[in-house]
C-alpha cells in the first residue's frame, strides 16, 4: 500500500543545534516533494519543494534532501530557534495527479 | 504572495444542521481549489478537489451528497457539510495552485467546525 511517513513523535532539540526531520514513503515514484509549516490552528505554509533529479534544496536556514533509491527526503533547520517550533508535513503528488497527499507531519520544540 | 482567505474561521453548530465555509482566492484566479479535513493530531486529508464551472472530483470514502462544493467563479469555492454531525467536527482547509504555478499550494487560514 502506499504510505508516506514522518516521526509521530515529537523532536525536541536544543536553540542553535541543526533539526532533521525524515520524510519516507513507500509505493509512490513523485516528480517532486514538497515541505511545509504547519502551526496550531493554521493552515500549512509552504517552504520548499525538491525535484527528483534534485539531490539538495537550500532557502536561508532550510535544507532539504530527496532520495529517490531510499524513496526519504530529509529536512534540516540549521541554528534553530524558538520560533521555529511547529509541526512539519512532507507532501507529495501521486503519480498523475496535480494534488497533493501529505505526511502526518513531525512536530518541532525548540528551546531556548 | 499568493493570498486564500476562509470564512468563518470558526464555527459551532447543532447536529442536524448544514454548514457553509467559504474559500477565496484574493489575488489570483483559482481554477482549481482543493479542500482538505483534518482531525487532531493527524494528517491533512483530501477530500474533494473543487474546479471552476464542473463537478467536484471526491476522493473514495468521501460522501458528495454530504459534502457539496459549489465552486460557481475563479475566486471562490464553498464546502457545505450537510446535516452535520459531531463526526463531522474537524479542522477544514482548502487550498489552491495558483494555476500557473501548479506544483506549490496556497492555503487557507482553516475554519474549525464543532458540531453539538
Known amino acids: 500500500s502506499q504510505k508516506i511517513e514522518q516521526n509521530s513523535e515529537a523532536l525536541n532539540i536544543q536553540e542553535g543545534k541543526t533539526a532533521t526531520l525524515t520524510c519516507n514513503y513507500t509505493n509512490y515514484s513523485p516528480a517532486y516533494l514538497q515541505w511545509y509549516r504547519q502551526d496550531p490552528g493554521r493552515g500549512p505554509v509552504f517552504l520548499l519543494l525538491i525535484r527528483e533529479n534534485e539531490k539538495e534544496k537550500r532557502k536561508e536556514r532550510l535544507k532539504v534532501t530527496f532520495d529517490t533509491t531510499l524513496k526519504q527526503s530529509l529536512f534540516h533547520i540549521t541554528a534553530s530557534q524558538p520560533a521555529d517550533s511547529a509541526t512539519y508535513l512532507c507532501?507529495?503528488?501521486?503519480?498523475?495527479?496535480?494534488?497533493?497527499?501529505f505526511g502526518a507531519g513531525t512536530r518541532l520544540a525548540v528551546h531556548p | 504572495g499568493a493570498v486564500v482567505s476562509q470564512h468563518p474561521s470558526w464555527v459551532i453548530c447543532k447536529s442536524g444542521t448544514s454548514v457553509k465555509i467559504e474559500c477565496r482566492s484574493l489575488?489570483?484566479?483559482?481554477?482549481?481549489m482543493f479542500w482538505y479535513r483534518q482531525f487532531p493530531k493527524q494528517s491533512l486529508m483530501l477530500m474533494a478537489t473543487?474546479?471552476?464551472?464542473?463537478?467536484?472530483?471526491?476522493e473514495q470514502g468521501v460522501e458528495k451528497d454530504k459534502f457539496l462544493i459549489n465552486h460557481a467563479s475563479l475566486t471562490l469555492s464553498t464546502l457545505t457539510v450537510t446535516s452535520a454531525h459531531p463526526e463531522d467536527s474537524s479542522f477544514y482547509i482548502c487550498?489552491?495552485?495558483?494555476?500557473?504555478?501548479?506544483?506549490?499550494?496556497?492555503f487557507g487560514p482553516g475554519t474549525r467546525l464543532t458540531v453539538l
Open positions: 489575488d489570483f484566479q483559482a481554477t482549481t
Open positions: 487550498s489552491s495552485d495558483r494555476g500557473l504555478d501548479t506544483d506549490t499550494q496556497y
Open positions: 473543487s474546479n471552476e464551472g464542473s463537478k467536484a472530483t471526491y
Open positions: 507532501a507529495l503528488p501521486p503519480s498523475g495527479y496535480n494534488k497533493l497527499i
